[in-house]
Nanobody
């Protein structure tokens, strides 16, 4: 059974950086577009970024455009989210997900907490 496991979350001061990783165990990772979402307490889940199967195309949510960068290493079955110039409003649980169709995701990780202090 394929699983997604996120890591790299933590506590950081505003203006700082973090790098999240999401590794897939099993499956054919390179066949799927991968995405990152986040959910803050009391708020709806928010799209953060996605990256195409080859890694040639990436899309970002408006709130993170220019600060976050998504990348992947298909040889290591891993997708990354580099987060720079973090703001307190970036505080959330971050999830990676596997996309099967447009806006449809069939596999989610357990999430990793990111907390940005002011």
């Amino acid at each position: 059974q394929v699983q997604l496991v996120e890591s790299g979350g933590g506590l950081v001061q505003a203006g700082g950086s973090l790098r999240l990783s999401c590794t897939a165990s099993g499956g054919t990772f390179s066949l799927y577009t991968m995405a990152w979402f986040r959910q803050a307490p009391g708020k709806e889940r928010e799209f953060v970024a996605s990256i195409s199967r080859s890694g040639s195309t990436a899309d970002y949510g408006d709130s993170v455009e220019g600060r976050f960068t998504v990348s992947r290493d298909n040889a290591k079955n891993t997708v990354f989210l580099e987060m720079n110039n973090l703001k307190p409003e970036d505080t959330a649980v971050y999830y990676c997900a596997r996309r099967i169709l447009s806006r449809q995701y069939d596999l989610w990780g357990q999430g990793t907490q990111v907390t940005v202090s002011s």
